[in-house]
């Protein structure tokens, strides 16, 4: 059981380049969630999935899209990367009956 | 108001300490608690889960929650090197998690042998 599962661990990227961040999980959970972590601002939602075929912006989506590929995985991308994304981006899950999050061990994204 | 005030102030104890974390909240609907240790580089793993009002203990970690004065606490007793880290509360108000987990800045919590 390997929890939520997430590539790259590290990417860097020249402005206007494009990349897709890849998220997996094998808890059978209904939601899934992009967050971007930045210091001083905390933990932001980016993109959330409640369920497989959903999906809806959050607090902070501009620059990016997101896929929910099947009730396992959800992907992010960047269409064209911007300075302003460099981030550590987190992909979540929760478990239904009792709003637990569980956590990926995040991707560490430095656009130049 | 932000929904959760936590006061990001990094925290330094020595080795057998307790650690003493809270939260302030505003959105009275949130009912489920709960406190995220973060190591370095790593990703946010749940310590500590609580649904409404009470305490919850489990080895050396208590979390408490007092709905009516909208306020929660973690306390670590005889605190160790490895729970150096950062501590992040959250919450939500259904069980569905859809969008509603609204995150503390976090306490980075230092533990000095």
Redesign the interface.
Known sequence: NAG?TQTPKFQVLKTGQSMTLQCAQDMNHN?M?WYRQDP????R?IY?S?SEGTT?K?EVPNGYNVSRLNKREFSLRLESAAPSQTSVY?CAS?????????????T?LTVT | QKEVEQD?GPLSVPEGAIVSLNCTYSNSAFQ?F?W?RQYS??????LM?T?SSGNKEDGRFTAQVDKSSKYISLFIRDSQPSDSATY?C?M?G??????R?A????NQVVVIP
């Open positions: 939520v939601s969630y001083g601002m905390g933990l939602l959330y409640a809806d959050g987190f929760s478990e239904v009956g009792t709003g637990r999050f569980f956590f990926g061990p995040g560490r | 990001p489920y709960m995220y580089r790593k990703g946010p793993e749940l889960y649904y992040l959250a939500s259904n069980s569905y998690g859809n969008n987990l995150f503390g800045k976090g």
